[in-house]
């Protein structure tokens, strides 16, 4: 649920995609809601061997290791987070647009793009019995916003915010007013729970502070004891692990975790939902008990299936979905779909090495495009992914039609397109070895960049080799090195590396591409891994965020993408489709393409 391209391990990606011999299977027919969405028919028959409890059991790799709802970075904790707090806004996981959560519309936006006015739902209550009120509102963006507060990845999204003000006429009405304008003014509000002021500040310390003073860079927060007393009270782990401290808006409550095993969430025998009518789809409660089970082993999650005892995934390899398919048990008991989905595996090349840790590979644009044609995406997604994958040629997927550059045509695996233009670049086999090598600074240089990846298992290292052994026909060596995830990133963002293969995610929302190609972000060490960009894109960047008219902004996208396509700072190369699986025992199936492929709140038991 991100508002910007956001950057993943090759985890739920590459090891997603695994090699198999057996053929497809015919996937189950349903009725396409939208582009988006499919709606798969409820079973015509109950079986006896199906369970009676209305206790959903969903499968991930691994449990997160916080639900603080200032620290929610991981698919897991997002997931968890929609079901246990509430937001202004949810996007529509059908029809990817925004729609009203708490607030009983969506804002009403001032001419001049920089106000957006909300009235929260009537009979809003915490589980305690008390009211909803603007404060909540204020306080929960005050304590996101705050100096202290330990949340680096929501940081940016609050940049543009300047205050929330309450309404003196209305006591439901509050304004969000934005400094400038931005194209995510009314949609950054989807990543932020709003939390009840009387629990996470029952003395009131954040209302003697203003967003005003949060922003000012002369503001020393440290000096201040109440701030920092505050701030130790709410960034205490307590808040994002155990379930006495995780209070939230939502229908469910976290009651159970077992780390590494389980998190059980139970839905509120009183809730606030209850009799609302044109309630957004993220605040269903049909399932009385959500119970997440951690499994990362393929054999035990397989195993797990043909017992039963899960009822619903989007988290399998597609050789474990192939291996089910061909079980009638399976699919006796299961409905499963392979979902196109908003991530892409990459590789990034480090357009601006230091020379000394790093040789100037890819300093050459020249290079960069030679190895576009040495990487054999076809050849991947037919190994790898089973067929079971696009191919991207740009930053969006090729079925954002409303924005993608369709002229940008995919780059072929082509040796000799390649050959030529390494010879251009001056790289030759001086010594007849079968390696090309260089004079760089006085010394001769072999022509083996590396490739780092995470030390994930053999998917990743499948790809990787791959790419190794489609590359040497050209006279280029690629050492593979596997990393440990955190490690790989921090090399990542400290441009210490040569090749990078990972992955990345864009929500449908992404119109602010900043994060990953302004030059801003690699000075900074953000997620501008390459290096790329110019006076020229960066202006093009900061005008396509500011840039409220559709119309103007995807001309300008396009123009991007052309640019990077040219520059090919970025080699994509394909987004394999989401594997998703529910039982047949749930009925209202819903398999869309936003995370994490299906709407588990939204399941309604069958009746036997």
């Given at each position: 649920?991100?508002?910007?391209?956001?950057?993943?391990?090759?985890?739920?990606?590459?090891?997603?995609?695994?090699?198999?011999?057996?053929?497809?299977?015919?996937?189950?027919?349903?009725?396409?809601?939208?582009?988006?969405?499919?709606?798969?028919?409820?079973?015509?028959?109950?079986?006896?061997?199906?369970?009676?409890?209305?206790?959903?059991?969903?499968?991930?790799?691994?449990?997160?290791?916080?639900?603080?709802?200032?620290?929610?970075?991981?698919?897991?904790?997002?997931?968890?987070?929609?079901?246990?707090?509430?937001?202004?806004?949810y996007l529509n996981p059908i029809t990817l647009k925004l729609e009203p959560g708490i607030c009983r519309t969506l804002p009403q936006q001032s001419p001049d793009g920089l106000q957006f006015t909300y009235e929260l739902r009537e009979g809003l209550y915490w589980?305690?019995?008390?009211?909803?009120?603007?404060?909540?509102?204020?306080?929960?963006?005050?304590?996101?916003?705050?100096?202290?507060?330990?949340?680096?990845?929501?940081?940016?999204?609050?940049?543009?915010?300047?205050?929330?003000?309450?309404?003196?006429?209305?006591?439901?009405?509050?304004?969000?007013?934005?400094?400038?304008?931005?194209?995510?003014?009314?949609?950054?509000?989807?990543?932020?729970?709003?939390?009840?002021?009387?629990?996470?500040?029952?003395?009131?310390?954040?209302?003697?502070?203003?967003?005003?003073?949060?922003?000012?860079?002369?503001?020393?927060?440290?000096?201040?004891?109440?701030?920092?007393?505050?701030?130790?009270?709410?960034?205490?782990?307590?808040?994002?692990?155990?379930?006495?401290?995780?209070?939230?808006?939502?229908?469910?409550?976290?009651?159970?975790?077992?780390?590494?095993?389980?998190?059980?969430?139970?839905?509120?025998?009183?809730?606030?939902?209850?009799?609302?009518?044109?309630?957004?789809?993220?605040?269903?409660?049909?399932?009385?008990?959500?119970?997440?089970?951690?499994?990362?082993?393929?054999?035990?999650?397989?195993?797990?299936?043909?017992?039963?005892?899960?009822?619903?995934?989007?988290?399998?390899?597609?050789?474990?979905?192939?291996?089910?398919?061909?079980?009638?048990?399976?699919?006796?008991?299961?409905?499963?779909?392979?979902?196109?989905?908003?991530?892409?595996?990459?590789?990034?090349?480090?357009?601006?090495?230091?020379?000394?840790?790093?040789?100037?590979?890819?300093?050459?644009?020249?290079?960069?495009?030679?190895?576009?044609?040495?990487?054999?995406?076809?050849?991947?997604?037919?190994?790898?992914?089973?067929?079971?994958?696009?191919?991207?040629?740009?930053?969006?997927?090729?079925?954002?039609?409303?924005?993608?550059?369709?002229?940008?045509?995919?780059?072929?695996?082509?040796?000799?397109?390649?050959?030529?233009?390494?010879?251009?670049?001056?790289?030759?086999?001086?010594?007849?070895?079968?390696?090309?090598?260089?004079?760089?600074?006085?010394?001769?240089?072999?022509?083996?960049?590396?490739?780092?990846?995470?030390?994930?298992?053999?998917?990743?290292?499948?790809?990787?080799?791959?790419?190794?052994?489609?590359?040497?026909?050209?006279?280029?060596?690629?050492?593979?090195?596997?990393?440990?995830?955190?490690?790989?990133?921090?090399?990542?963002?400290?441009?210490?590396?040569?090749?990078?293969?990972?992955?990345?995610?864009?929500?449908?929302?992404?119109?602010?591409?900043?994060?990953?190609?302004?030059?801003?972000?690699?000075?900074?060490?953000?997620?501008?891994?390459?290096?790329?960009?110019?006076?020229?894109?960066?202006?093009?960047?900061?005008?396509?965020?500011?840039?409220?008219?559709?119309?103007?902004?995807?001309?300008?996208?396009?123009?991007?993408?052309?640019?990077?396509?040219?520059?090919?700072?970025?080699?994509?190369?394909?987004?394999?489709?989401?594997?998703?699986?529910?039982?047949?025992?749930?009925?209202?199936?819903?398999?869309?393409?936003?995370?994490?492929?299906?709407?588990?709140?939204?399941?309604?038991?069958?009746?036997?």
């Amino acid at each position: 649920m991100s508002v910007a391209l956001r950057l993943v391990g090759i985890t739920v990606l590459l090891a997603t995609a695994l090699w198999s011999c057996r053929p497809r299977q015919a996937q189950v027919p349903g009725q396409l809601l939208t582009q988006n969405a499919l709606l798969l028919p409820d079973a015509p028959a109950w079986n006896e061997s199906w369970s009676t409890e209305n206790t959903l059991l969903v499968h991930l790799i691994s449990d997160p290791s916080s639900v603080h709802p200032s620290a929610l970075t991981n698919h897991g904790a997002i997931l968890i987070a929609q079901l246990i707090h509430g937001y202004l806004l949810y996007l529509n996981p059908i029809t990817l647009k925004l729609e009203p959560g708490i607030c009983r519309t969506l804002p009403q936006q001032s001419p001049d793009g920089l106000q957006f006015t909300y009235e929260l739902r009537e009979g809003l209550y915490w589980d305690d019995g008390r009211p909803v009120t603007p404060e909540d509102v204020i306080f929960s963006f005050k304590a996101y916003k705050c100096p202290l507060t330990q949340n680096p990845a929501q940081k940016p999204y609050l940049e543009n915010l300047s205050a929330v003000v309450a309404s003196p006429l209305h006591s439901r009405r509050f304004t969000l007013i934005s400094k400038d304008r931005y194209v995510h003014n009314e949609s950054f509000v989807i990543e932020f729970p709003i939390l009840p002021r009387h629990v996470y500040d029952s003395a009131n310390v954040l209302a003697r502070f203003s967003l005003a003073q949060f922003d000012d860079p002369a503001f020393r927060a440290e000096e201040h004891a109440d701030l920092v007393a505050w701030s130790r009270s709410f960034n205490h782990p307590v808040n994002g692990t155990d379930p006495a401290h995780i209070k939230g808006l939502g229908p469910y409550r976290l009651t159970q975790w077992e780390p590494g095993q389980f998190i059980t969430l139970e839905r509120k025998p009183r809730h606030w939902t209850a009799g609302v009518d044109s309630l957004p789809l993220l605040l269903a409660s049909y399932p009385e008990t959500i119970v997440f089970r951690f499994i990362r082993d393929e054999t035990a999650t397989k195993l797990e299936l043909l017992s039963q005892k899960l009822d619903a995934s989007s988290m399998l390899t597609t050789r474990t979905l192939m291996d089910l398919l061909t079980d009638s048990s399976f699919l006796r008991n299961y409905n499963s779909a392979f979902m196109e989905n908003l991530a892409c595996n990459r590789i990034y090349l480090n357009t601006r090495p230091d020379g000394l840790k790093r040789l100037p590979y890819f300093e050459d644009v020249r290079m960069r495009k030679a190895m576009a044609y040495l990487v054999p995406v076809d050849r991947m997604i037919e190994v790898l992914a089973m067929k079971q994958a696009v191919r991207w040629t740009t930053f969006l997927p090729p079925f954002r039609t409303d924005e993608v550059d369709t002229t940008l045509k995919p780059i072929p695996y082509d040796v000799q397109a390649a050959i030529r233009l390494l010879e251009e670049a001056g790289w030759h086999d001086s010594d007849n070895d079968g390696i090309r090598d260089k004079l760089i600074a006085g010394r001769r240089v072999a022509l083996e960049p590396e490739l780092s990846l995470a030390a994930l298992g053999s998917a990743s290292r499948d790809a990787a080799t791959l790419i190794a052994e489609a590359a040497l026909p050209a006279g280029m060596r690629i050492r593979i090195r596997e990393l440990e995830t955190g490690t790989l990133m921090e090399k990542a963002r400290q441009h210490d590396f040569d090749m990078l293969l990972t992955a990345g995610i864009v929500s449908a929302l992404a119109k602010d591409y900043s994060q990953i190609w302004h030059t801003r972000s690699w000075e900074q060490n953000g997620s501008n891994y390459s290096g790329f960009g110019s006076p020229i894109t960066d202006a093009l960047l900061d005008s396509m965020r500011r840039e409220l008219n559709d119309s103007a902004r995807i001309a300008m996208s396009r123009r991007l993408q052309r640019i990077i396509y040219e520059q090919q700072p970025v080699i994509f190369t394909f987004s394999p489709h989401r594997k998703v699986v529910v039982h047949k025992r749930w009925g209202n199936q819903i398999f869309v393409k936003e995370k994490p492929g299906f709407i588990p709140n939204a399941l309604r038991l069958l009746n036997p």
